[in-house]
């Protein structure tokens, strides 16, 4: 009898939790919809100054890359009397990118610019976006499969390419065994994070390195730094074999980090000098925000791939634009990707500050 309690005990509290969620989530909606009512500044009769609302939904809001993508998303839309909302930018809380994409959705959008993970739950909400009457674009990683409208982003093979020449012209400086590793984020889909790690690996075939990989939570900063700081300090003599992650095994010490986003190539690099590891340990990094740019010119990071945040964020909008007034858009709309090191630094500046400066 004690154990039929229990159970029952335990059923109650699920359903709690369940309701709890949904009560958490109709907030959300509420407290969303509130905030595009001011954002539109809807007079009293109800009109709104703004043709088209769009939402741009995102892992992270404080990751430099997405910030820049947004605010040249709302430049661009302002043209077209747009209105685009990073969802969830104005909320006190991070939730995750499912909860961000529902809330989207229940806000009845006219088109929606999201970075997929690749997981199950995204993609059946894309599909649910569609079925709703709301185009999708994604951006920088695809959910091909889903029905969406395009893709606005670079090819990862190419992405890989570039690192695996930089590890090897690091590697010219060495007779030792090399050490890399690939910092993977939970921002961009597993898929594409492989194909970059294995365009590296075929990069480097024949080459006497090994090529690990760690997984960083960027929802939190204060995790990604944490954890980029134990890999920055421990090596192979000051941690037990217990405290190793199982996928560096022996090989726990890196030669090299290679970041896949802005924020962990700031955190690798903020560590790197924090622990006095300048010299020892090379930084591959991606976007060009000031402080990366500087921590190139310090040689403190030896390259960084950069892509047009401007670009990005107003080719998202010309998509949708484009599929709102003609019923199709391009499957594919490529940006280009540059790698920015020391010697080509002061041109890349110069270049970018006559097309209106860096973000």
Not at 102 to 129: F, H, M, T, W, Y
Not at 253 to 274: F, K
């Amino acid at each position: 009898m004690t154990r039929k309690r229990s159970n029952v005990a335990k059923a109650n509290l699920s359903i709690f939790a369940v309701i709890v969620m949904s009560l958490i989530t109709l907030a959300s909606v509420f407290a969303y919809r509130v905030l595009i009512a001011r954002t539109f500044n809807i007079d009293a009769g109800g009109s709104s100054y703004y043709a088209h609302h769009f939402a741009m939904v995102a892992e992270s809001h404080t990751d430099p890359f997405w910030k820049s993508v947004w605010l040249a998303a709302k430049e661009e839309g302002a043209k077209s009397d747009v209105m685009v909302e990073l969802v969830g930018n104005s909320l006190t809380e991070q939730y995750p990118l499912v909860a961000l994409m529902e809330i989207a959705i229940a806000a009845k959008v006219d088109g929606i610019i999201l970075q997929p993970d690749g997981s199950e739950e995204i993609n059946r909400l894309i599909i649910r976006a569609i079925e709703n009457g709301i185009p999708v674009i994604s951006v920088m990683s695809d959910a091909t499969g889903t029905g969406r409208q395009g893709f606005v982003g670079y090819n990862s093979y190419d992405l890989g390419q570039l690192y695996g020449a930089q590890v090897r012209a690091a590697m010219a400086q060495t007779s030792n065994e090399y050490h890399a590793v690939l910092l993977f984020g939970n921002d961009i889909s597993e898929n594409a994070q492989n194909i970059v790690y294995s365009s590296i690996k075929e990069s480097l075939e024949g080459r006497n390195v090994t090529l690990d990989v760690v997984t960083i939570d960027n929802n939190n900063v204060f995790s990604a730094e944490e954890a980029i700081r134990e890999l920055v300090v421990s090596t192979p003599s000051t941690v037990a074999s217990t405290d190793i992650p199982p996928q560096l095994g022996k090989n726990y010490g890196p030669d090299m980090l290679i970041c896949l986003n802005a924020t962990n190539t700031i955190c690798a690099y903020q560590a790197v000098v924090d622990h006095n590891k300048v010299g020892q340990i090379q930084i591959l990094g991606y976007y060009d925000s000031d402080e990366i740019l500087s921590a190139i010119e310090k040689r403190v990071i030896q390259a960084t791939v950069t892509v047009d945040a401007n670009r990005v964020g107003a080719s998202c909008v010309t998509t949708l634009m484009e599929y709102l007034e003609q019923g199709r858009t391009s499957d594919f709309t490529p940006v280009t990707l540059q790698l920015v090191t020391a010697a080509n630094l002061d041109d890349y500046r110069a270049a970018h500050a006559q097309a209106g400066g860096i973000e």
